[in-house]
């Protein structure tokens, strides 16, 4: 009775002494077009139940508890069965937090082939091919001696004119 009141009791010593995690609503994160919210605490029922079972049995080999054998071995099988059947519901809680790895797992990978994509597609637009380049800086510069050419033809520009 006292370990249940001590892990149970919103006024009892584990949410009193113990625990101290946050105690508002659980965290929600938005992750791209994902919502994941983050309920698993330390202070959640299933945890507190593993918890409440391994102090019994932990109780048990107290060396102050004068408890006969057969009081420790009651002890021990209550505190056996209530490990047993608190960890149904820590299985439900490990299958919801691993089913929000999973899907932040694959909110993540689709962000990141989303951003390889976009670094690709600004690569594609922004590069320049090196011997297309090379090919129209050496057309401008044709173009532009054959107009200087063409201008000091048509002036009369020579050496021999200008002495």
């Known amino acids: 009775a006292r370990i249940d009141a ?3 009791d919103p006024a009892g010593g584990f949410a009193t002494a113990v625990y101290r995690g946050d105690t508002g609503s659980t965290a929600t994160r938005r ?10 605490r330390a202070d959640a029922t299933e945890l507190r139940a593993v918890m409440k079972s391994l102090a ?19 002890v021990l099988r209550n505190a056996g069965t209530s490990l047993v059947a608190a960890a149904e ?5 490990r299958a919801r937090l691993g089913a929000a790895q999973e899907a932040v797992d ?36 044709t173009r532009l001696d054959t107009q200087y050419a063409v201008t000091a033809r048509l002036a009369g520009l020579t050496l021999g004119a200008y002495l």
Do not use: C, H
Request: cysteine-free; aromatic content about 4%.
């Open 6 to 8: 001590f892990f149970d």
């Open 31 to 40: 992750i791209g077009d994902l919502t994941v919210t983050l309920d698993p």
């Open 56 to 74: 019994m049995a932990a109780m048990t080999a107290d060396p102050g508890m004068t408890l006969s054998d057969d009081a420790r071995a009651t």
């Open 89 to 93: 519901g820590l299985a439900g809680t």
């Open 106 to 141: 694959a909110a993540t990978a689709r962000q990141g082939a989303a951003l390889s994509a976009a670094k690709i597609l600004r690569n594609d637009l922004t590069a320049a091919d090196p011997y297309e380049s090379a090919s129209a800086l050496r057309e401008v510069q």
